[in-house]
């Protein structure tokens, strides 16, 4: 299969941890990458090559994965980490990318 | 760091062809990374379009592919977007981005985009 399959919405409380999921076979053989976008705004990469974070992203971002389900974790959920959260690989056959459909992500 | 910059028409007709071009500055499109195309219809979720290589490869999304091109430019430092045949559906905000695609010590691979334009929006409606 192509596809990535997300969670379309989780909750975490203001400081609390959550993990948000990303599901699909290519992810056997392909880490997620995660992208956080915020309304109006492009998308800006937050985890990338299983666990490598940007210049600029801040260390409680984090990534994982294990068999075909990749995670990101935000460890102490900040109000600004608010946002709709993708993950992306390519595909089995490594000339398509695709992307999961996207969790929104609400900082109570 | 390089900065992409989307440009083109706003309004497209119905069965007219979008055409979308994306400027690079501060860096050169010569090299070992894939350009690409990515949108989003209004209120939805990101969808592929396609890349080109510096090589000049392409792949484009399936469900496109009939109607996309994509090309290079290296002389002046960008690249562009087509879409025939353009219908509602189409109405998106474009990006461009640069994407990386390799694999690791453990033969793992990875793919990510890091370095995204700001977008263009494209309305499709007479």
């Known amino acids: 299969s192509s596809e990535l399959t997300q969670d379309p919405a989780v909750s975490v409380a203001l400081g609390q941890t959550v993990r948000i999921t990303c599901q699909g076979d290519?992810?056997?053989?392909?880490?997620a990458t995660w992208y956080q976008q915020k309304p109006g705004q492009a998308p800006i990469l937050v985890i990338y090559?299983?666990?490598n974070r940007p210049s600029g992203i801040p260390d409680r971002f984090s990534g994982s994965s294990s068999g075909n389900t990749a995670s990101l974790t935000i460890t102490g959920a900040q109000a600004e980490d608010e946002a709709n959260y993708y993950c992306?690989?390519?595909?089995?056959?490594?000339?398509?990318?695709?992307f999961g459909g996207g969790t929104k992500l609400t900082v109570l | 760091q390089v900065q992409l910059q989307e440009s083109g028409p706003g309004l497209v007709k119905p069965s007219g062809t979008l055409s979308l071009t994306c400027a690079a500055s501060?860096?050169?499109?010569?090299?070992?990374?894939?350009w690409t195309w990515v949108r989003q219809p209004p209120g939805k979720g990101l969808e592929w379009i396609g890349e080109?290589?510096?090589?000049?490869?392409?792949n484009y999304n399936s469900s496109l592919k009939s109607r996309v091109g994509i090309s290079l430019d290296k002389s002046k430092n960008q690249f562009s977007l087509n879409l025939n045949s353009v219908t509602a559906a189409d109405t998106a905000v474009y990006y461009c981005?640069?994407?990386?695609?390799?694999?690791?010590?453990?033969?793992?691979?990875?793919?990510?985009?890091?370095?995204w334009g700001k977008g263009t929006t494209v309305t499709v409606s007479s």
């Open positions: 981005a640069r994407s990386t695609s390799s694999y690791d010590s453990t033969n793992y691979y990875y793919y990510y985009m890091d370095v």
């Open positions: 501060g860096g050169s499109i010569s090299t070992s990374n894939w």
């Open positions: 080109i290589y510096h090589g000049g490869s392409t």
């Open positions: 290519t992810l056997r053989n392909y880490y």
């Open positions: 090559a299983k666990n």
């Open positions: 992306n690989s390519r595909d089995s056959s490594g000339t398509h990318v695709v």
